[in-house]
């Protein structure tokens, strides 16, 4: 099962997505956003259920990085894989690279498209992954994972932070 805070526009465009790709999903929004969740077939929950899973996708506003990542560091389970969606990569790469515990692996992502573009297909989109701090064997199978997401994705990589 994959956690997932932040249930915005990009949130529930990420999580419609893994659905198609088998995955389940439980969620966590600051907001009720559980009719929502329950339209995606992904499960609402409080996010301590969100954080005991060992993959974390952060979908939340650039705005609200710094505080989510120091609400949730003491949180997370030894292991976990910390990905983020942020558009400002050194942004978010440097806070959680800074912020979380040396024994979570991180992968900084930038999606090239959102809801807008993509409403219904993520056909021929890309997106950016970074290795911020991630054993190679994990940032490999996540990144084996995108390439096959669908089988539309194409990878774009960038340099190393």
């Given at each position: 099962?994959?956690g997932?805070i932040?249930?915005?526009?990009?949130?529930?465009?990420?999580?419609?997505?893994?659905v198609?790709?088998?995955?389940?999903?439980?969620?966590?929004?600051?907001?009720?956003?559980?009719?929502?969740?329950?339209?995606?077939?992904?499960?609402?929950?409080?996010?301590?259920?969100?954080?005991?899973?060992?993959?974390?996708?952060?979908?939340?506003?650039?705005?609200?990085?710094?505080?989510?990542?120091?609400?949730?560091?003491?949180?997370l389970?030894?292991?976990?894989?910390?990905?983020?969606?942020?558009?400002?990569?050194?942004?978010?790469?440097?806070?959680?690279?800074?912020?979380?515990?040396?024994?979570?692996?991180?992968?900084g992502?930038?999606?090239?498209?959102?809801?807008?573009?993509?409403?219904?297909?993520?056909?021929?989109?890309?997106?950016?992954?970074?290795?911020?701090?991630?054993?190679?064997?994990i940032?490999?199978?996540?990144?084996?994972?995108?390439?096959?997401?669908?089988?539309?994705?194409?990878?774009?990589?960038?340099?190393?932070?």
């Amino acid at each position: 099962m994959i956690g997932l805070i932040g249930l915005g526009n990009f949130g529930k465009l990420a999580a419609k997505h893994l659905v198609k790709a088998g995955k389940k999903i439980v969620a966590f929004d600051v907001s009720d956003k559980s009719k929502e969740a329950q339209e995606l077939g992904i499960e609402f929950a409080e996010l301590d259920k969100v954080l005991a899973n060992k993959t974390i996708i952060l979908s939340v506003p650039m705005e609200a990085m710094e505080d989510t990542l120091n609400k949730i560091k003491d949180k997370l389970q030894p292991g976990a894989v910390v990905i983020d969606v942020c558009s400002l990569k050194m942004f978010s790469c440097d806070l959680m690279d800074k912020i979380l515990p040396d024994n979570v692996e991180i992968i900084g992502t930038h999606p090239l498209f959102g809801p807008q573009s993509a409403p219904d297909s993520i056909a021929g989109m890309r997106i950016a992954i970074m290795n911020v701090r991630a054993k190679q064997e994990i940032f490999d199978k996540v990144k084996d994972f995108l390439e096959k997401l669908e089988k539309v994705w194409q990878m774009r990589f960038l340099a190393g932070i």
